[in-house]
């Protein structure tokens, strides 16, 4: 994680900020544009006298580009008096009405842009969404309009002409040319002859589509008393507020400890001054459990996450846009919503991988909207029952950063006791293949008999982890990726789950002909296919990927679960985490082993987690809960200490290891990727490239680790070789980049990728 205080810039806006809270107006020759091409530096453009004035930095302009000056679509980046270039290409049209990012997104887009080593062009083209550059939710129609040239300058006005000046001046204004001409009963040639005397024009303009929905009544919200913990929190947040300055606020709380309502309580304080507040989620439990939450406390609240279709984010990015959004919840890219007047950043589930974007640019959420808020001075809050390492050590040595506990849950109800099923005795002592331990069998029986409910997770979909010949040893694998295909029993295919790549299932072995082969490993539909015929009672749904693709269908699963008409809920990740339902009693982790074998330094930090974030959705209500973590690995400590709910102990345990090898917190890596269809190309240029970064590095203090073939050699018919650059503080590895960022050019047939702060090095 970031720890820089300011961002630097490479090249700032021009001067002064107006009322809006855009950067002031460029009235120089020329301009750099970014261009969002992949190439690593800016263009100079010619302003022509005529848009000197109206443009600012954050506006998008079409300038030619290229041989063929085809028009292309760029950023106004910053004013520029003087260029060295012979011969400079105008801008050609300005296309915004108004800078589409404000001035701190464009600070903001200049720290993404030298920190994760990309493009700016590409920074912008991430930050504002795709649907708002379309203009979804919009229509371009043609409008009549009246003009001020007076009637007696233009000497005879005909019958039907007069129908249609007439017409405009009881109220026609902003009609359509034909509409115009059908109710002043004449044809549209009229309206182009009084076009041509220049007294109506035509204009081209868009009209909003969108239907509101921002606005709700709000009910009247239930007395909600602090325990002394939470005030603690509350307080401390509070106090950033009420001193304008920026700092960070980890909110360490157990499950069911009561965060939401520390977040709650925060942004009231700054909705009721008239500021807004971003709350950043994981798009896994950004549910209507979570939205609803928000929405019963404030009556202007938007929402932005990637089932939302083009207009509704169009229509979202706008309300917040124009100060129509008090509150905007959001998944990763919800960072860059476009608030006016930012007063608080509240980050949920902090330690979650998918807050880690693994496109260009490859940024992780949490630490943008840590610098975003560091730009405004604003304070910030992270939450989560298991907080990243890295967070927890920044606490404990970075000053802008303090920690505030919450130890018990609400109402004294005790944390689950969790029970470790070791795995091994049951194959021994049981034959064939259960998915299900004898121990979580009887509970979720014992659970359904009393009306109540169950969660089993188990991080991985389909029916079968891989397909396998136990003649040959033969393992069915992806044509285009170095990696096993999963066999999903519905509707009956192997697949990729990388690249997607789908196949029917082979009735014998494609290597040796005999039919042998067998389906090994578990999936979300294994599971659930065991529930359904040990208990054929009992009422299971399964939700992962597969299950939740339509449009709707994870809110629909949930829904069900919530209103009681499932009885047993199968899951991935979807179920671990953001998920409050009182009724349910236990949970089962159906593999704890299957993080824990990911080769990544991460790997036990993941595993602690996920065990703790799926434990903590068992007794949330007076009736209790229990946990039961199947394993074969029943004395790894990970395990033991997340069944103890002891995250002091494994942080402790993980950091002193982490220390001692240099990794983050105590280093930080990047990642570099090549990648070709052609294996000797792209092993070539990783071998070239490394020869060009070793003295750099070494002057750096950088450690070059490789560069070898990635984990997965192989994904979507490209190779893939990296290498881990591996450097003792922020500092250094960005003076290593400034001084080789000029040299990072693949050759021809080779793609290249650069990930700061990798989460994860497959």
């Known amino acids: 994680?970031?720890?820089?205080?300011?961002?630097?810039?490479?090249?700032?806006?021009?001067?002064g900020t107006p009322p809006d809270g855009a950067a002031a107006a460029i009235t120089t020759p020329y301009v750099a544009v970014a261009l969002p091409l992949g190439v690593d530096r800016t263009f100079t453009y010619a302003l022509p006298e005529k848009l000197r004035g109206r443009l600012r930095p954050g506006q998008r302009v079409s300038v030619p580009f290229g041989k063929g000056n085809h028009m292309a679509t760029g950023w106004a980046v910053s004013g520029q008096e003087a260029t060295d270039l012979r011969e400079v290409k105008p801008v050609a049209e300005i296309l915004d009405a108004?800078?589409?990012?404000?001035?701190?997104?464009?600070d903001l887009a200049f720290w993404i842009s030298r920190y994760y080593v990309t493009p700016l062009g590409q920074v912008f083209e991430a930050i504002l969404p795709a649907a708002v550059k379309r203009g979804a939710g919009f229509k371009t129609v043609q409008i009549v309009v009246r003009t001020e040239k007076a009637e007696s300058d233009v000497g005879r006005i005909l019958s039907k002409q007069r129908r249609v000046l007439d017409r405009l001046a009881e109220g026609g204004a902003g009609l359509a040319p034909r509409e115009l001409a059908r109710q002043a009963g004449c044809t549209v040639a009229v309206i182009k002859s009084l076009q041509e005397k220049g007294l109506v024009r035509i204009e081209t303009r868009q009209m909003d589509e969108f239907a509101r929905d921002?606005?709700?009544?709000?009910?009247?919200?239930?007395?909600?008393?602090?325990?002394?913990?939470?005030?603690?929190?509350?307080?401390?947040?509070?106090?950033?507020?009420?001193?304008?300055?920026?700092?960070?606020?980890?909110?360490?709380?157990?499950?069911?400890?009561?965060?939401?309502?520390?977040?709650?309580?925060?942004?009231?304080?700054?909705?009721?001054?008239g500021r807004q507040a971003i709350v950043l989620v994981p798009e896994i439990a950004l549910t209507p459990q979570t939205i609803r939450r928000f929405r019963e406390r404030f009556t202007q609240v938007a929402v932005l996450h990637s089932n939302l279709s083009d207009v509704e984010r169009h229509r979202q990015w706008r309300d917040i846009a124009e100060g129509r959004a008090d509150v905007v919840i959001g998944a990763r890219s919800g960072v860059f919503a476009p608030v006016r007047d930012l007063g608080l950043v509240v980050i949920d589930e902090e330690h979650e991988n998918s807050f880690k974007q693994d496109t260009a640019p490859r940024y992780h959420a949490r630490d943008v909207?840590?610098?975003?808020?560091?730009?405004?001075?604003?304070?910030?809050?992270?939450?989560?029952?298991?907080?990243?390492?890295?967070?927890?050590?920044?606490?404990?040595?970075?000053?802008?950063?303090?920690?505030?506990?919450?130890?018990?849950?609400?109402?004294?109800?005790?944390?689950?006791?969790v029970r470790i099923v070791d795995m091994r005795l049951e194959a021994a002592e049981r034959k064939g293949h259960h998915v299900l331990s004898r121990p979580l069998e009887a509970a979720i029986a014992e659970a359904w008999r009393k009306q109540e409910q169950t969660i089993l997770f188990?991080?991985?979909?389909?029916?079968?982890?891989?397909?396998?010949?136990?003649?040959?040893?033969?393992?069915?694998?992806?044509?285009?990726?170095?990696?096993?295909?999963?066999?999903h029993a519905k509707p009956g295919y192997l697949q990729c789950h990388y690249c997607g790549r789908r196949t029917p299932p082979p009735r014998q072995c494609p290597a040796c002909s005999a039919e042998t082969v067998n389906y090994w490993g578990t999936g979300t539909q294994r599971v659930e296919e065991e529930v359904?015929?040990?208990?054929?009672?009992?009422?299971?749904?399964?939700?992962?990927?597969?299950?939740?693709?339509?449009?709707g269908g994870h809110e629909k699963i949930l829904a069900a679960f919530r209103d009681g008409e499932t009885d047993v809920l199968i899951g991935t990740q979807m179920v671990a985490k953001g998920l409050d339902f009182p009724n349910v009693t236990v949970v089962g982790v159906i593999n704890a082993d299957v993080a824990l074998s990911l080769p990544d330094f991460r790997a036990n930090e993941r595993a602690f987690q996920l065990i703790t974030q799926v434990a903590g959705r068992a007794g949330r209500g007076p009736k209790g809960g229990q946990v039961f973590v199947q394993t074969f690995q029943p004395e790894h400590l990970a395990i033991q200490q997340a069944a103890r709910h002891d995250y002091e102990a494994f942080a402790r345990d993980e950091l002193e290891s982490r220390r001692v090898r240099g990794y983050p917190p105590f280093g930080r890596l990047a990642r570099i990727i090549v990648r070709s269809p052609s294996r000797q190309k792209a092993a070539e240029a990783i071998q070239a490239l490394a020869g060009r970064l070793l003295e750099p590095a070494r002057v750096a203090g950088v450690h070059i680790l490789g560069p070898q073939p990635c984990p997965i050699a192989k994904l979507s018919r490209f190779w893939r070789y990296h290498m881990?650059?591996?450097?003792?503080?922020?500092?250094?590895?960005?003076?290593?980049?400034?001084?080789?960022?000029?040299?990072?050019?693949?050759?021809?047939?080779?793609?290249?990728?650069?990930?700061v702060d990798p989460q994860a090095t497959l």
């Open 1 to 15: 994680m970031t720890t820089l205080t300011m961002p630097p810039h490479a090249t700032t806006p021009a001067p």
């Open 98 to 106: 108004a800078p589409l990012l404000t001035e701190d997104l464009l």
């Open 214 to 273: 921002l606005f709700l009544e709000l009910e009247e919200p239930k007395a909600v008393h602090l325990t002394a913990e939470q005030g603690l929190a509350l307080q401390r947040v509070k106090n950033l507020i009420a001193a304008g300055k920026f700092g960070v606020v980890l909110l360490a709380g157990v499950t069911s400890s009561g965060k939401t309502e520390v977040y709650l309580r925060a942004i009231a304080e700054v909705v009721d001054a």
């Open 369 to 417: 909207a840590i610098m975003r808020a560091n730009l405004v001075g604003v304070p910030v809050v992270l939450g989560s029952a298991t907080p990243s390492l890295e967070s927890y050590q920044n606490t404990r040595s970075v000053e802008h950063y303090q920690e505030a506990r919450l130890t018990q849950r609400i109402g004294g109800r005790p944390l689950p006791p």
């Open 458 to 487: 188990l991080n991985r979909r389909g029916f079968a982890t891989h397909l396998f010949c136990v003649k040959c040893g033969h393992a069915a694998r992806c044509p285009d990726c170095d990696v096993g295909l999963t066999y």
């Open 532 to 551: 359904r015929r040990k208990f054929p009672d009992i009422r299971a749904a399964r939700l992962d990927a597969d299950a939740a693709a339509a449009r």
């Open 724 to 755: 881990i650059l591996k450097a003792p503080t922020a500092k250094a590895l960005l003076f290593f980049w400034n001084r080789v960022r000029p040299d990072l050019t693949p050759p021809g047939g080779v793609q290249m990728a650069i990930d």
